[in-house]
């Protein structure tokens, strides 16, 4: 059988939000949910323990590139490899039916990734597709490929900017592209996603500064619509019912009221 295994590193527990540890929920909900079940995950954060195919390891790093690393060098102590690597969020959902995908997949290939990057915004409930220039974060590498050195430091490529190179790497070699509606994963969006260094007493902490700054990336991403991926309806209706609880407000659709909607509730 063919074996993944998930390369995760954990927010600093002090960062954590109350929507940012729901998310976190959804977040292990959608590990779990795999329709296809050979996998593992290493969580790399502040507890140690094992659960399942979940297994936390405790570390005393701070930088996600350092989590990253440590996720590696436990990678290298495994008696069996795995056959793919995959980098993923804590706040991102994997789609439920992507494992079972690949290993009926007919076609070989060399990594299995989205053309469309899919983003969910818990604020608007709305979602957004943009083939940017360059490959998400969350992409399935056949483990040759995610462990080959490739710079001149001789990085492993999971270890790498996927802005910067995994595009460039994976030029002629063979991809895998998947559906735009039914991404590998969807990232999700939300204040706590660009904001890592905020308070993380509540949501209704929020300075001006930081509604605005999420205003604008939000609407920089692209062209938002209210629709739904099937595979994730489950997992996005609970965020909608996570953002209304904490925030008291139902979802807020892009327009020019967006952020004094946000501003009157929470600060003004």
Not at 100 to 114: E, I, L, M, N, P
Not at 223 to 238: G, L, M, R, S
């Amino acid at each position: 059988m063919k074996k993944f295994l998930f390369f995760v590193a954990l927010t600093p527990t002090q960062l954590l939000t109350p929507l940012r540890k729901n998310l976190f929920l959804q977040f292990l909900n959608a590990l779990e949910n795999q329709t296809y079940q050979n996998w593992q995950a290493i969580l790399i954060g502040e507890e140690e323990k094992n659960d399942g195919r979940i297994i936390y390891k405790k570390t005393y790093l701070k930088t996600k590139s350092e989590k990253l690393i440590s996720a590696y060098k436990y990678f290298l102590t495994l008696r069996e490899k795995p056959d793919y690597i995959i980098r993923l969020d804590d706040d991102d959902l994997i789609s439920p039916n992507v494992l079972q995908k690949v290993v009926t997949c007919s076609v070989d290939f060399d990594c299995y990734a989205d053309k469309y990057h899919a983003y969910y915004d818990v604020v608007s409930g709305q979602v957004c597709h943009v083939q940017n220039a360059w490959m998400p974060n969350t992409i399935i590498h056949k483990t040759n490929h995610a462990i080959s050195s490739y710079t001149h430091d001789a990085k492993p490529l999971v270890l790498l900017d996927h802005s910067k190179y995994w595009m460039e790497y994976y030029l002629g070699k063979r991809i895998i592209w998947e559906n735009k509606t039914t991404p590998v994963y969807l990232r999700i969006m939300s204040p706590t996603s660009i904001t890592s260094g905020m308070s993380s007493q509540s949501i209704m902490n929020f300075s001006t500064d930081i509604l605005n700054n999420y205003h604008r990336k939000t609407k920089g991403i692209g062209k938002w619509k209210n629709e739904q991926p099937e595979e994730f309806a489950n997992y996005i209706n609970v965020l909608k019912n996570d953002w209304k609880k904490i925030s008291g407000l139902s979802h807020v659709q892009f327009k020019h009221s967006f952020i004094e909607t946000l501003l009157k509730k929470f600060v003004l």
